[in-house]
């Protein structure tokens, strides 16, 4: 299936372009901006996303994505994943556009965070204008990828769990097995790169899953791909020719993957089901694959991380751009592209909406005992102010990345539930009523409420409206893009998008 991750780069409700007019793009920005998840739950055996695609497609106005975002934080989302292709990340030397990114990771500093720069994706090959003709591993083309790492970190602020280099990669090497070679020696560098520069980091390739759920063994270049990276990375779409097969289908596929997978982690991230009568299937089978996914997820400890796709279904327009620009004739590609939303387009909900949230909620199936420890480093990095096209009277919940004594009393080692033992200061929120084990009703008495509350809030407040006016005055020093909402669309002439240099 052609992967959504870094594919939709630039679509646009600016009138004055038109479908048929083929604008300068590169495909990554769309999701660049939107993959995302957000933690309110202790930290679980998987880690789970959603990329909050807002309702409306194209037409979605700033208040859309920011009720899709809030969506994702209610429905309890633990993990969150942000992939750019390398052009999209530098546009040229010594160019850079991470201004979204900073701000997406910043103000979310406890999640866990996947991050892909996408050297292929998935047809394409994507560099910056002047690496274009230089072979992948010559020193040149890997300074310059230590260069922008560096960046990434000093935009980022560091704590990256999982990170991706190609989108599908296996797909665009398949159709250019002259550049296998230069490819596994490039990877091999670039991998030291982003340990250093990221420690503790797992560091992989993004394959299409379906192409090992064949039946046959993996092909000689995807072992190498599998071999050479730290944590197996996969897309992951149960299909057959642009069809769904059957919901039962992940028992099945979830074992296959475990065993290619040879004892190492894997990480997801993307895993949907399109829902169209038209294709054989329904909201009903949608929903059953997403309860039984949740439950082959839990079930084996290899699996850390799951990103699902998406929130709303993408448009028919949006859904023609791609299907021209990966020159895919099939009408399924684009009945497949339209039911893939856990709610449609219009903003009514599917039944796959209430499974996802129900799953989200419950507590892993997997002991304590069994849990990894996570190998991401507490993130002391404040949170960002919020985007600038947040609809004005609205907010997206924040963490506080350290809570002083002066908002929290300090709590007695009686009061204090155990931590478990995947967690870190960074990943896991302090807990919730629902989430602190129950006491007698002596011990109940016998606890006083916290006097700092009306402290805390009172500090919330002032600490948004700060942010609100900091926001205001970086949204002056911006270009504003001249199309309708957040979508930006690229042309020869325009850029909506800051750089920075």
């Avoid at 960046?151 to 097995?177: C, M, Q, W």
């Avoid at 002391?380 to 985007?387: G, R, S, W």
């Avoid at 916290?450 to 919330?460: I, L, Q, R």
Wanted: positive net charge; proline residues 8%; aromatic residues 8%.
């Amino acid at each position: 299936m052609q992967s959504k991750s870094s594919a939709i780069s630039a679509f646009s409700a600016n009138k004055d372009v038109t479908m048929k007019r083929k604008p300068l793009v590169s495909l990554a920005s769309f999701l660049m901006a939107i993959s995302l998840g957000f933690c309110s739950l202790p930290v679980q055996a998987v880690s789970f996303g959603i990329t909050p695609f807002p309702k409306g497609g194209e037409n979605a106005t700033p208040k859309d994505q920011t009720n899709a975002m809030k969506m994702c934080v209610d429905a309890g989302v633990s993990g969150i994943f942000y992939g750019g292709t390398w052009a999209d990340l530098e546009p040229s030397k010594g160019t850079y556009s991470l201004t979204q990114l900073g701000k997406t990771l910043k103000y979310a500093p406890k999640l866990k965070r996947f991050l892909g720069v996408q050297v292929f994706d998935i047809t394409t090959k994507n560099m910056p204008s002047d690496l274009t003709k230089a072979k992948l591993d010559s020193p040149k083309v890997v300074s310059r990828f230590g260069q922008l790492l560096s960046r990434l970190k000093k935009t980022t602020g560091g704590n990256i769990a999982y990170f991706s280099i190609g989108n599908e990669a296996d797909v665009y090497l398949a159709k250019h097995p002259k550049e296998v070679d230069s490819f596994m020696k490039f990877f091999a560098l670039a991998k030291k790169e982003v340990v250093k520069t990221f420690p503790g980091c797992k560091v992989g390739i993004t394959l299409r899953a379906e192409n090992l759920l064949n039946g046959k063994e993996p092909s000689a270049m995807a072992q190498k791909l599998l071999d050479e990276s730290d944590v197996l990375m996969f897309n992951y779409y149960p299909m057959e020719n642009y069809k769904p097969k059957k919901p039962q289908q992940v028992e099945q596929d979830m074992e296959t993957l475990a065993k290619i997978a040879n004892g190492k982690s894997i990480v997801f991230q993307e895993i949907g089901y399109p829902s169209s009568p038209k294709l054989g299937s329904s909201d009903k089978n949608q929903a059953e694959f997403m309860e039984l996914a949740f439950k082959e997820l839990r079930k084996n400890p290899q699996f850390e991380f799951a990103n699902f796709f998406a929130l709303h279904d993408l448009t028919p327009a949006i859904c023609d751009y791609l299907a021209e620009h990966y020159t895919i004739s099939s009408k399924n590609y684009r009945q497949v592209m339209q039911s893939l939303g856990l709610r449609r387009s219009s903003g009514k909900a599917r039944t796959s909406w209430d499974v996802v949230k129900k799953g989200l909620a419950e507590k892993p199936a997997v002991k304590p005992a069994e849990v990894k420890p996570a190998e991401v480093k507490p993130d002391v990095t404040k949170p960002e102010d919020m985007p600038t096209d947040v609809a004005p009277g609205e907010k997206l919940p924040t963490e506080t990345p350290t809570t002083t004594p002066a908002e929290t009393p300090a709590k007695t080692p009686a009061e204090t539930p155990a931590t478990a033992p995947g967690s870190t200061p960074a990943e896991t929120p302090a807990a919730t009523p629902a989430e602190t084990p129950a006491k007698s009703d002596s011990e109940s008495k016998s606890e006083a409420k916290p006097e700092s509350a009306p402290a805390a809030t009172t500090e919330t407040k002032t600490e948004t409206k700060a942010e609100t006016k900091s926001d205001a005055s970086e949204s002056k020093s911006e270009e504003k893009p001249k199309s309708k909402g957040w979508f930006k669309f690229k042309s020869k002439s325009k850029s909506g998008e800051k750089t920075e240099k």
